[in-house]
């Protein structure tokens, strides 16, 4: 009962009173079905403006029709299969995993569990955590509508119209999903993103004779009221969630006058979406361009959040607070810092749920590097590389010689080390928390040579996966650090809880004559004592693939301690790890099989070596052959 009380007080110190009360409150609301009346199932249709009139006064956007100025058509083997398969009820989920839905999917079904949510339901009763209903975003991928770039793209490039097909999916979304009903109204984010989509699709079909006036209203009255949804729920993400959700959503808010002028109501929630938009930019990313979110992937669903901010901002003659424009450059620092410079891949580090909103190439999901180059498009008229993604955008840029890397990289905010050795990267992380941390990760170290990824993080897997899975993936166990005892370095909670925030770091990075050298120290794993430290020190030799890194845990008492190495599966035999205690005895390794998950939802066979000790030191060295 004790330890309970502390938890609970631990956990009411790293969120706040704010959140606490606000949570409790809307729980209470929902309970009492109060948000059934805030969110009505069934609007009052009201006519905004005329399908002419829209035609006629088009509000600015990227583009008008399916005149893509500058963008060369080039049909493409990949995106024709692509597209084959969408025909054929076949979608990628998560940017990777091909699922059969079929070509009369309810919208309503888990295509993993086979479990069907009622549509009869409000949202409100809707329950996003399910056992038996699955993984609720497998239900969500469908219905974000991002599958309709790989649509308008093929279109472009075979020039063949698939507006029939676009507005017949849009259309029976609308019919079987009623206003505020069911699980595809849970989540504003995912609402936000719809109508975002479905608006860049109704702009590059504009012309089309398949947009008629009965079906311009029927779309115009379930975006109104889409946008009405996350006004009104907007608070849930500001203070509970505060992550890309809010910033997705405020964006929305912001656009909904800029892109639907002839909307009520829209001239304020614009004007709240923009002073919150700029509020979540300024909070979320730090000083120093990194995100609050410790997650590769989600820091690029906000470069491109920021991409149509800017753009469209720039297109409607107006200019977010200046902050907006310093971050967004940050954040091309430090990505371009962590990112692989022979494949444009970056680390598999934070939680990676696959998303990649707008979907504008033929590239593996883990490649960054168009989407970093239509934010720097956008910001300056330029690109690193040849790619004309940034057309799409209605932009103008030049392509430049890639920038050559820094040596050393230092992210004191955010907690990350990246050290640049020709073609070798060497990747840490050390940092405290001041928001919430979605893994135990600290001290990790990934090893980047020629483009292959040797060292690796083993990512996320699935958010609503088995108990084990969630501890093995989100836990110490599932990255290149330290453990004490087996335990997490933060005590796990419920979802996405973390109790004992490491809180305490130190950490420096230089070039010693031909060396790099990295020294950090974290403070942890306080549900078992209270001054626990684990120290990592890292030598690189220059232009050699050599590392020595020397752990030291203080105050561990008796406790063993556990060394874990994440192995890419297919470059075993190019790695060679030695390891010995602090009496300079060598450790023997337990090479075991376990998983690392490159894209959500895909579970793959890996090695771990583990190191085990009872001494308070790990001296150990690596060579990539």
């Known amino acids: ?14 969120m706040g009173l704010r959140y606490l009360f606000f949570r409790i409150f809307y729980t209470i609301k929902t309970i009492l079905g109060w948000q059934k009346k805030a969110f009505p199932t069934e609007p009052k249709v009201s006519e905004y ?10 509000p600015p956007f990227f583009f008008y029709g399916k005149n893509i100025p500058n963008l060369p058509k ?8 692509t597209f084959q398969e969408i025909q054929k009820g076949i979608f990628t989920f998560f940017n990777k995993t091909k699922i059969k839905l079929g070509t009369e999917y309810d919208w309503l079904e888990n295509p993993i569990t086979g479990y069907r949510y009622n549509i009869n339901k409000h949202w409100s009763e809707v329950k996003d955590l399910s056992k038996e209903a699955g993984d609720i975003k497998y239900v969500w991928e469908k219905a974000r509508f991002s599958f309709l770039y790989d649509i308008i793209r093929y279109d472009y490039h075979f020039k063949e119209d698939q507006s029939v097909y676009v507005f017949k999916e849009i259309e029976d979304f609308i019919t079987k999903n009623p206003i505020n009903q069911g699980p595809n109204y849970k989540c504003s984010q995912e609402i936000s993103l719809r109508v975002m989509n479905w608006t860049f699709s109704l702009y590059y079909y504009k012309d089309s004779a398949n947009l008629t006036e009965k079906l311009f209203q029927k779309i115009m009255h379930s975006i109104y009221w889409q946008i009405h949804h996350v006004y009104h729920n907007i608070h849930f993400s500001r203070i509970t969630v505060r992550n890309n959700h809010a910033i997705t959503e405020t ?11 002839f909307f009520p109501n829209v001239d304020a929630w ?15 990313i730090y000083e120093d361009g990194t995100f609050l979110q410790f997650s590769m992937n989600y820091h690029r669903v906000v470069v491109q959040l920021l991409t149509w901010g800017i753009q469209l901002a720039k297109l409607n003659n107006d200019k977010f607070s200046k902050v907006v424009y310093e971050r967004a450059q940050k954040s091309l620092d430090f990505l371009d810092a962590s990112m692989d410079p022979v494949t444009g891949k970056l680390p598999n580090y934070g939680s990676n749920d696959g998303a990649l909103f707008f979907k504008l190439t033929n590239d593996d999901y883990r490649v960054y590097q168009s989407q970093l180059d239509d934010l720097r498009a956008v910001l300056y008229g330029y690109t690193i590389a040849d790619s004309k993604s940034f057309l799409w955008y209605g932009v103008e840029a030049i392509q430049k010689l890639s920038k050559k890397l820094p040596e050393i990289s230092t992210f004191e905010k955010g907690g990350y080390y990246i050290s640049q050795d020709g073609n070798t990267k060497t990747f840490i992380r050390c940092g405290s928390y001041k928001d919430r941390p979605f893994q135990s990760d600290n001290l990790h170290l990934d090893i980047w040579v020629s483009g292959i990824n040797y060292l690796i993080d083993t990512g996320s897997y699935k958010y609503n996966a088995e108990l084990y899975d969630l501890n093995y993936f989100n836990g110490s166990e599932g990255h290149n650090t330290v453990s004490v005892d087996k335990a997490d370095q933060m005590q796990k909670g419920g979802r996405f809880i973390w109790y004992y925030w490491v809180n305490k770091t130190k950490a420096k990075l230089i070039k010693e004559k031909d060396d790099f050298k990295f020294d950090g120290t974290i403070k942890a794993f306080k549900q078992l004592g209270n001054n626990i430290q684990h120290t990592r020190k890292v030598t690189k030799r220059q232009a050699e693939n050599y590392w020595e890194v020397t752990d030291v845990i203080q105050n561990k008492g008796n406790r063993k301690i556990y060394q874990y190495w994440h192995l890419h599966p297919d470059h075993l035999d190019a790695i060679e790890i030695i390891t010995k205690d602090e009496d300079n005895n060598q450790i023997e390794p337990l090479i075991e099989e376990k998983w690392f998950s490159s894209y959500y939802g895909l579970k793959e066979n890996s090695i771990r070596i583990t190191f085990v000790s009872g001494t308070s030191v790990f001296n150990t060295t690596i060579r990539i052959k």
Do not use: C
Not at 49 to 58: A, C, Q
Not at 74 to 81: H, S, T, Y
Not at 251 to 259: A, D, G, I, N, P
């Open 74 to 81: 080039k049909e493409n083997e990949v995106l024709a299969e």
């Open 1 to 14: 009962m004790i330890q309970k009380i502390k938890r609970i007080a631990n956990l009411i110190s790293n």
């Open 251 to 261: 964006l929305m808010l912001y656009l909904s006058e800029k892109l639907f002028p």
């Open 49 to 58: 403006t005329t399908l002419e009139n829209w035609r006629t006064n088009l």
């Open 270 to 284: 614009s004007k709240k979406g923009k002073k919150w938009f700029e509020q979540e930019i300024s909070y979320q």
